[in-house]
Nanobody
Framework: QVQVMESGGGAVQAGGSLRLSCKAS????????LGWFRQAPGKERAAIGC????????NYGDSDLGRLTISRDNAKTTLYLQMNSLQSEDTAMYYC?????????????????WGQGTQVTVSS
């Protein structure tokens, strides 16, 4: 059983930055693929990106290129999401998702383990 816990969310003004963290435990971290999803009020959960077991990053949100950066630190068993130049439309609950397959997908059903989410609120 993989335990997943996000942290780092909060309230920030437009133009600001946040770094979200996702700690995963209970499995060989090096073999995991980990992704970030977000769900805004009234919208479906959407994939932001993923890092495979080999460190390959997949970005799934074209509009976020350059503002959102995903990375992993295997030594710290942690996945990160660096968010810069935040906009009001970035307001959402952010979720970390984990699969033991080691491969990435933009489909939520691909990931078996999920955190509880961390809220990001951007005010203009």
């Amino acid at each position: 059983q993989v335990q997943v816990m996000e942290s780092g969310g909060g309230a920030v003004q437009a133009g600001g930055s946040l770094r979200l963290s996702c700690k995963a435990s209970g499995a060989d971290f090096d073999g995991l693929a980990l992704g970030w999803f977000r769900q805004a009020p009234g919208k479906e959960r959407a994939a932001i990106g993923c890092v495979s077991r080999f460190g390959a990053v997949r970005n799934y949100g074209d509009s976020d290129l350059g503002r959102l950066t995903i990375s992993r630190d295997n030594a710290k068993t942690t996945l990160y999401l660096q968010m810069n130049s935040l906009q009001s439309e970035d307001t959402a609950m952010y979720y970390c998702a984990v699969t033991t397959s080691g491969a990435c997908s933009d489909a939520a059903a691909w990931y078996k383990y999920w955190g509880q989410g961390t809220q990001v609120t951007v005010s203009s």
